[in-house]
């Protein structure tokens, strides 16, 4: 089973869709969570951190749920912008960061 | 103002040569990583410095040779290069805590 695990996509929703991702982590001690996007040909960029009480970072909104070891992006009003491969990265460790990645999963958003 | 850089950006050599890839970051982390992105888009650690210690060696090849001449720079050295050592390297820098880390632009090594 991986680490860290991802539906690849890809989602194709029309603007201002609402669109939901999943990710399933394996490490019941996993620490910290984070969701990066990554555009074609560039490196990953933090999108948010994820967030035990849940969190929103203007038309994103993250969930975590550690009984499930669940991780979700919620993504509202997208934009053509919006269109990537987001990424749910789990660090499972106490001490020094070891992120671990999903292997992403594909947005595309069209008019 | 770049935060993460990294040299070259593109690398293109034959097998069995000896590359070697360079990293800077101007944010005053402490830690350093490099990661690689294979072609089915996986990314994952290769090693980590704190302090121009090396922390994490995730059972990579000793054909690869990281360095860290102090704590803003990490580089990384292959030799005797292979096809499979195709891919898009990551050099990356953290604060301390748990924060989400800071990626460099990608340094994309293709062996013929």
């Known amino acids: 089973r991986k680490e860290v695990e991802q539906d690849p996509g890809p989602f194709n929703v029309p603007e201002g869709a609402t669109v939901a991702f999943n990710c399933t982590y394996s490490?019941?001690?996993?620490?910290?969570f984070f969701w990066y996007r990554q555009d074609c040909r560039k490196e990953p960029k933090l999108l948010m951190s994820?967030?035990?009480s849940g969190n929103e970072d203007g038309r994103f909104t993250a969930q975590l749920n550690r009984a499930s070891q669940y991780i979700s992006l919620l993504i509202r009003d997208s934009k053509l912008s919006d269109s990537a491969t987001y990424l749910c990265?789990?660090?499972?460790?106490?001490?020094?960061?070891?992120?671990?990645f999903g292997t992403g999963t594909r947005l595309l958003v069209s008019p | 103002d770049t935060a993460v850089s990294q040299t070259p950006k593109y690398l293109v050599t034959q097998m069995g040569n000896d590359k070697s890839i360079k990293c800077e970051q101007n944010?005053?982390?402490?830690?350093m990583y490099w990661y690689k992105q294979d072609s089915k888009k996986f990314l994952k650690i290769m090693f980590s410095?704190?302090?121009?210690?090396?922390?994490i060696n995730e059972t990579v090849p000793n054909r690869f040779s990281p360095k860290s001449p102090d704590k803003a720079h990490l580089n990384l050295h292959i030799n005797s290069l292979e096809l499979g050592d195709s891919a898009v390297y990551f050099c990356?820098?953290?604060?301390?805590?748990?924060?989400?880390?800071?990626f460099g632009p990608g340094t994309r090594l293709t062996v013929l």
């Open positions: 410095y704190n302090n121009k210690e090396l922390i």
């Open positions: 944010l005053g982390h402490d830690t």
């Open positions: 994820v967030y035990s």
């Open positions: 490490n019941s001690a996993s620490q910290s």
């Open positions: 990356a820098s953290s604060p301390p805590g748990l924060a989400g880390k800071y």
């Open positions: 990265v789990v660090n499972p460790s106490t001490g020094f960061q070891k992120l671990v």
